[in-house]
């Protein structure tokens, strides 16, 4: 009797195919949630500007404890379940559209992968404590940066990471254009 070739070396081999995705997800997650463990248990929520702070560069960088109700730059703030709605949506098309933006290359796995393991992040703030715990304080003479977190650093640096990739990299269609 012939042996039948089994079908999880093929799921295997497609998993693996997106081992980057999920390193740099799994990676931008467990900092994320260890560094707001960290931060909830070290200050009590509500450390902005006040006592409470820990100075680390004076007059440049503090550690705070903050609770975000909205995204950044507390853009819609109160409206954490349609910003959950919004941050599910964005991953299940990332899944859905995962061959369309190319993530089957290197450099998009790792752009996509900053920005699944920051939204995962927030998201699960979102759904367990009803804000995003930000932490990280900025101040650039006058300007004061909005407090933010590693999840929103994956974010941001994946979403600049594939504008850059997408920007530099040739398409077979690009040279006839």
């Not at 990676?27 to 680390?56: C, H, N």
């Not at 409206?79 to 993530?103: C, K």
């Not at 932490?135 to 850059?164: K, Q």
Request: hydrophobic fraction near 50%; include cysteine.
């Amino acid at each position: 009797m012939p042996s039948e070739a089994s079908p999880k070396p093929a799921r295997i081999r497609r998993i693996l195919a997106y081992r980057r995705l999920y390193i740099c997800a799994l990676a931008v997650f467990v900092l994320d949630q260890l560094s707001k463990a960290w931060i909830a248990r070290l200050m009590p929520l509500g450390t902005y500007g006040g006592p409470g702070r820990i100075e680390v560069i004076p007059k440049f960088f503090n550690l705070v404890h903050v609770g975000n109700t909205g995204a950044a730059w507390s853009i819609l703030t109160g409206r954490g379940t349609l910003l959950s709605l919004l941050a599910v949506a964005a991953l299940v098309a990332i899944y859905l559209l995962r061959h369309t933006i190319g993530l089957r290359r290197p450099a998009p796995q790792i752009a996509f992968g900053l920005l699944c393991g920051g939204i995962a992040g927030n998201l699960v703030d979102r759904l367990a404590r009803g804000h995003v715990v930000d932490f990280l304080d900025f101040h650039f003479g006058n300007y004061t940066y909005p407090a933010f977190n590693i999840a929103d650093s994956g974010i941001c640096v994946g979403v600049a990471l594939y504008v850059l990739i997408t920007f530099f990299t040739r398409t077979p269609d690009s040279s006839s254009r």
